[in-house]
């Protein structure tokens, strides 16, 4: 059967049918799934990371028995280490990665592929702030060599709906009630070659 085409993105190379014997593995395919995650890859730190992995934990206890069938890899800098974060004891492996303002680490796109490709992640969970916002996180990941899934939207949607003139347009576009503003009227939005909703740039002209 063929995958629809909205749904590719969120495919990972982790295939259900060249992934390894496992229980999560077995989860996948019995659910009619296409991608097996028992590696994450945290490009977060503090109580994000850690509400994180405890929810995943608590939900591999309940639904296999075994709080550790996802392994969570945690990004980490030298300050999160100094501290002993919690998320990090909680891990099952860190890396550690530069300190310094959040562009040398948790937002630097190019180091989380880097090192979710290094660690063997089928999956990055980005959590909120830092990269979780940046469309380029989402489709770097796509286009890395082993598929590794972005936990979160598509780029396309972020473009779309984390930029607040750009989510305006669509809900005016979808006539959802709007706050007046001087772009009120402008309803103009593309679906593009993959059905995604678009605002083009003649709308902010």
């Known amino acids: 059967m063929a995958v629809p085409q909205i749904v590719e993105k969120f495919i990972g190379g982790n295939s259900v049918d060249t992934a390894t014997n496992h229980k999560v593995r077995d989860f996948v395919k019995d ?17 994000a990371a850690v ?5 995943v934990r608590q939900w ?5 028995g075994d709080e550790r ?10 300050e999160d ?4 974060a ?13 300190s310094g303002t959040n562009n040398n680490n948790y937002a630097n796109v190019d180091l989380i592929v880097d090192v979710a490709e290094r660690t063997g992640a089928h999956a990055v969970w980005a959590g909120w702030g830092h990269a979780s916002e940046n469309p380029l996180l989402p489709e770097s990941l796509r286009a890395s060599k082993s598929k590794i899934v972005f936990i979160g ?14 989510s305006t347009i669509v809900a005016q ?24 909703l678009e605002v083009p740039d003649s709308a902010y002209q």
């Open 81 to 84: 280490l100094k501290v002993n």
């Open 153 to 166: 939207p598509p780029g396309s949607a972020m473009r779309s709906l984390g930029d607040k003139i750009s």
């Open 173 to 196: 576009h979808a006539e959802v009630p709007t706050m007046p503003w001087s772009g009120d009227g402008i309803t103009d939005t593309t679906v593009n070659e993959l059905g995604h």
């Open 69 to 78: 069938a996802i392994e969570f890899v945690a990004m980490a800098t030298p």
């Open 31 to 47: 659910h009619d799934g296409h991608t097996v995650i028992t590696r994450v890859l945290i490009a977060n730190n503090g109580i």
């Open 86 to 98: 919690e998320y990090i004891r909680m891990a099952d492996q860190y890396v550690e990665v530069p």
């Open 60 to 64: 591999a206890y309940a639904t296999f």
């Open 51 to 55: 509400k994180e992995i405890r929810s």
